[in-house]
Antibody, heavy 121, light 107 residues
């Protein structure tokens, strides 16, 4: 079964750090770009970051640029999001998502179940 | 960044109704648009990719149309399991941007 499983969420104080992980299984991870998408409580979806298959191309939303770092380890079939200088407005469910085609980063057909990050004192 | 303006933000409809949701891009995005359905507490689910292509396993009552700046998601005959929130997402360039969402509620 094709699957993405996020982990690493939790409660952190403002200014703190957290590292999210996304474990991929059931498909060949290395050819796919990967993405992080978040959703604040009661709000809509917000794209956070994308990384190409070999990590050559990385993109961030302005809201997280300079604070978050996306990375991947193809040998471990894993995607990561290092989140520093966290703010209350970063409170959200964080999803990792895979595009449907390995050759591009188009529509996201596989999503994880999400991991909750709460930033509060 | 490309802005995706989705409308309406919510609608009430009955089972069997035809429902139309629109997304307008602030600049042309060819057909690089997907539609997603999200139910409470669940991850989004891809319904339509490349503006009009039905994702495998998605019922044929869902359809998408449009190109350039104006896009439409249509549910031809609303079913009880279709009550959810729907989002468009442009994958034309970065930053990727979602529409604000349309909540489809039971009338």
């Amino acid at each position: 079964e094709v699957q993405l499983v996020e982990s690493g969420g939790g409660l952190v104080k403002p200014g703190g750090s957290l590292r999210l992980s996304c474990a991929a299984s059931g498909f060949t991870f290395s050819p796919y770009s990967m993405n992080w998408v978040r959703q604040a409580p009661g709000k809509g979806l917000e794209w956070v970051s994308s990384i190409s298959s070999s990590s050559n191309y990385i993109y961030y939303a302005d809201s997280v640029k300079g604070r978050f770092t996306i990375s991947r380890d193809n040998a471990k079939n894993s995607l990561y999001l290092q989140m520093n200088s966290l703010r209350a407005e970063d409170t959200a469910v964080y999803y990792c998502a895979r595009p449907s085609n390995s050759g591009s980063n188009g529509a996201f057909d596989i999503w994880g179940q999400g991991t909750m990050v709460t930033v509060s004192s | 960044a490309i802005q995706m303006t989705q409308s309406p933000s919510s609608l009430s409809a009955s089972v069997g109704d035809r429902v139309t949701i629109t997304c307008r891009a602030s600049q042309g995005i060819r057909n690089d648009l997907g539609w997603y359905q999200q139910k409470p507490g669940k991850a989004p689910k891809l319904l339509i990719f490349a503006a009009s292509s039905l994702q495998s396993g998605v019922p044929s009552r869902f359809s998408g149309s449009g190109s350039g700046t104006d896009f439409t998601l249509t549910i031809s005959s609303l079913q009880p399991e279709d009550f959810a929130t729907y989002y468009c997402l442009q994958d034309y360039n970065y930053p990727r941007t979602f529409g604000q969402g349309t909540k489809v509620e039971i009338k």
